[in-house]
T-cell receptor, first 110, second 115 residues
Framework: SQQGEEDPQALSIQEGENATMNCSYK?????LQWYRQNSGRGLVHLIL?????REKHSGRLRVTLDTSKKSSSLLITASRAADTASYFC??????????FGKGTLLTVNP | GAVVSQHPSWVICKSGTSVKIECRSL??????MFWYRQFPKQSLMLMAT?????????EQGVEKDKFLINHASLTLSTLTVTSAHPEDSSFYIC???????????FGPGTRLTVL
């Protein structure tokens, strides 16, 4: 079953703008991960944040995690056309399984 | 490092035939591999967990007799779609876990089209 719910489902912005995507989940987690998927391709791991962490940065990416609200956000700063892709959050539990959200389709217009 | 390959990358088959998809961890050993299915414009749905040397664990609603999983070695898991039908057409993605709860490495996916 799909635990994560991303919003928005689709986001269209101009190059240079920031993009924020949100993810909510329902059960307790060990970690939350964000992935990118270009159309028809495999997944690219972007960032992992553990349940005891609140914020993490990687390059132009910033991820926050609020376990009390069971939510996470992914911020992409200074977006580029090459950032156009689908973005998924996935929650990891104690059984090593990942449960993926429905994803956000990000379009960055040049 | 940490590369996972899948073969084939795409396959077209006739209805009623069986198709085998391989998932290999190229530079690490994976005691656990996972198989996902993704329909167009949808998210990844976990199908089963494949453990080396033991039977796979299937998610609810996934027919184990239709989707045969074999994890014969620490670097190879196979998914066989038996008696494939057009509704089985999908993007199948595997991932491999080298150990620990945090890390899964994903393969590039296999696109199956059943005519």
């Amino acid at each position: 079953s799909q635990q994560g719910e991303e919003d928005p489902q689709a986001l269209s912005i101009q190059e240079g703008e920031n993009a924020t995507m949100n993810c909510s989940y329902k059960t307790s987690i060990n970690n939350l991960q964000w992935y990118r998927q270009n159309s028809g391709r495999g997944l690219v791991h972007l960032i992992l944040i553990r349940s005891n962490e609140r914020e993490k940065h990687s390059g132009r990416l910033r991820v926050t995690l609020d376990t009390s609200k069971k939510s996470s956000s992914l911020l992409i700063t200074a977006s580029r056309a090459a950032d156009t892709a689908s973005y998924f959050c996935a929650t990891g539990g104690s059984n090593y399984k990942l449960t993926f959200g429905k994803g956000t389709l990000l379009t960055v217009n040049p | 490092g940490a590369v996972v390959s899948q073969h084939p990358s795409w396959v077209i088959c006739k209805s009623g035939t069986s198709v085998k998809i391989e998932c290999r961890s190229l530079d690490f050993q994976a005691t656990t591999m996972f198989w996902y299915r993704q329909f167009p414009k949808q998210s990844l749905m976990l199908m089963a967990t494949s453990n080396e040397g033991s039977k796979a664990t299937y998610e609810q609603g996934v027919e184990k007799d239709k989707f045969l999983i074999n994890h014969a070695s620490l670097t190879l898991s196979t998914l066989t779609v038996t008696s494939a039908h057009p509704e089985d057409s999908s993007f199948y993605i595997c991932s491999a876990n080298p150990g620990g709860p945090d890390t899964q490495y994903f393969g590039p996916g296999t696109r199956l089209t059943v005519l």
